[in-house]
Each structure stands twice: as C-alpha cells, then as structure tokens.
C-alpha cells in the first residue's frame, strides 16, 4: 500500500456549511475531505459549528487525531453548536473577525458544496485576505 507524504500545509481552513446539503454526496465529501487532512497530517481551521457539514467535518478530523479550531461569533454559537464540540472552539464579537482569524490561522483552503454564503466567503477571502 502507498504511504501518503505529509503536505507542506499544516492547517487548511474548510469553508463549509452549518446544513448538511440536499445531497448526501455533501455530506460523503465532507467525511471524506476529514479524512484525507488526518491522513495528510493536518490540521483543520472551521467555522466552529457542530452541525450540518461542519459537524462532519470536524468530527472525521477530530476522530482521526488531528488538531481541531473552530471560530464562531458569539451571535451563532446557539445555532451552529449543539452538543459537545470537538477541539478547540474560539468565540469572537463578529463575521469579519471570523474571516480574519480563520485566515491568519490557516495555510491554505477549500471550500465545500454549498450555497450562496460559501461562495460569497471564498470571493471575499479573494479579495480582502489575499497575501
């Protein structure tokens, strides 16, 4: 069996949704994308919900041993998290902060099937966070 190389990235921030999408394939590619970062050997940089596709996500990362972050505003915590979270979950005062932090924290990122509101993300990461 081949072994996977670790990556030159060590945290990669997943754009995702806090609903699990109306197809399951949503739902297998972000299990599956969770896995491939444990098996690459990096960690995961979030929006800090446990539900939907960022609760599959996270978990399949945080299950697999590698380090967890997820930011949230203090104003989604009672929608996005339900339950126990996984890692580490830092609350901020605002959405710009959320973009922020994740920025600084990651190495790369990958956006996931979703809606109007991941692509409106990854355009604004574009052109406000661009290094």
């Not at 399949?60 to 339900?82: C, N, Q």
Request: hydrophobic share 40%; with cysteine; charged share 25%.
């Amino acid at each position: 069996m081949e072994e996977t190389k670790p990556s030159k990235f060590k945290r990669v921030c997943v754009f995702c949704g806090s609903s699990s999408g109306k197809k399951s394939s949503y739902q297998e590619a972000a299990v599956e994308l969770g896995k491939e970062l444990v098996e690459r050997r990096i960690d995961l940089v979030y929006g800090g919900g446990s539900v939907g596709l960022m609760g599959l996500v996270s978990q399949a990362v945080h299950d697999g041993g590698r380090h967890v972050l997820g930011v949230i505003p203090k104003s989604l915590v009672s929608k996005e998290i339900t339950g126990e979270t996984v890692g580490e979950v830092k609350t901020v005062s605002s959405m710009h902060q959320r973009k922020a932090e994740m920025a600084r924290q990651a190495d790369a990122f990958v956006a996931l099937p979703g809606g109007s509101v991941e692509c409106g993300w990854v355009l604004q990461f574009l052109v406000v966070f661009h290094r």
